[in-house]
T-cell receptor
Framework: TAGITQAPTSQILAAGRSMTLRCTQDMRHNAMYWYRQDLGLGLRLIHY???????GKGEVPDGYSVSRANTDDFPLTLASAVPSQTSVYFCASSEGTGAPHTFGSGTRLTVV | GESVGLHLPTLSVQEGDNSIINCAYSNSASDYFIWYKQESGKGPQFIID?????DKRQGQRVTVLLNKTVKHLSLQIAATQPGDSAVYFC???????????FGSGTKLNVKP
């Protein structure tokens, strides 16, 4: 089934450790996004990429980095995790900017 | 309707009744709106969209109404079914930013 694959599904991470959340899409969408979802808050954009080779900062970028080496992959890295990064992370893609998103199933991250 | 906070507003309806979920958006310049459905443990799924040059759009069992005067969006679900139980949230797209801003969501409980 075409769509977005995120890995891992869930993870418990010790504070101070680094981690990369993986995201792969097979729809050849130009734009990709990383959001975090916290209870009672809307999805908040962390980083985005309008096309392969470019990235940009979203609403809450601090403590996260991304890369977009090719069209399909958009990994999110936490260099030194802190408890406030405990959240559910969703990767999404769209045909272009301003187009509806297709979302992955999410990664539930707990930083202890 | 949706609001920012620690708890999601909840709408409980009887199976077979119609549901109306509301959303107040923030920016009068927003020109494109989407409703998403998010089931427990899954990523958001596109339901229906509407552009600002329209005030109503119908899909299968769903209707979206847009009132630009008061910056209000609603999702109407006809003959609500147990499978409709989920969190619903709206997203607005602001021109020139080409990013979506998401509401916090409303939880719909369908009682059998």
């Amino acid at each position: 089934t075409a769509g977005i694959t995120q890995a891992p599904t869930s993870q418990i991470l010790a504070a101070g450790r680094s981690m990369t959340l993986r995201c792969t899409q097979d729809m050849r969408h130009n734009a990709m996004y990383w959001y975090r979802q916290d209870l009672g808050l809307g999805l908040r954009l962390i980083h985005y990429s309008n096309t392969a080779g470019t990235t940009g900062k979203g609403e809450v970028p601090d403590g996260y980095s991304v890369s977009r080496a090719n069209t399909d992959d958009f990994p999110l890295t936490l260099a030194s995790a802190v408890p406030s990064q405990t959240s559910v992370y969703f990767c999404a893609s769209s045909e272009g900017t301003g187009a509806p998103h297709t979302f992955g199933s999410g990664t539930r991250l707990t930083v202890v | 309707g949706e609001s920012v906070g620690l708890h999601l507003p909840t709408l409980s309806v009887q199976e077979g009744d119609n549901s109306i979920i509301n959303c107040a958006y923030s920016n009068s310049a927003s020109d494109y709106f989407i409703w998403y459905k998010q089931e427990s443990g899954k990523g958001p799924q596109f339901i229906i969209d509407i552009r600002s040059n329209m005030d109503k759009r119908q899909g299968q069992r769903v209707t979206v109404l847009l009132n630009k005067t008061v910056k209000h969006l609603s999702l109407q679900i006809a003959a609500t079914q147990p499978g409709d139980s989920a969190v619903y949230f709206c997203a607005e797209n602001i021109p020139n930013f080409n990013k979506f801003y998401f509401g916090s969501g409303t939880k719909l409980n369908v009682k059998p």
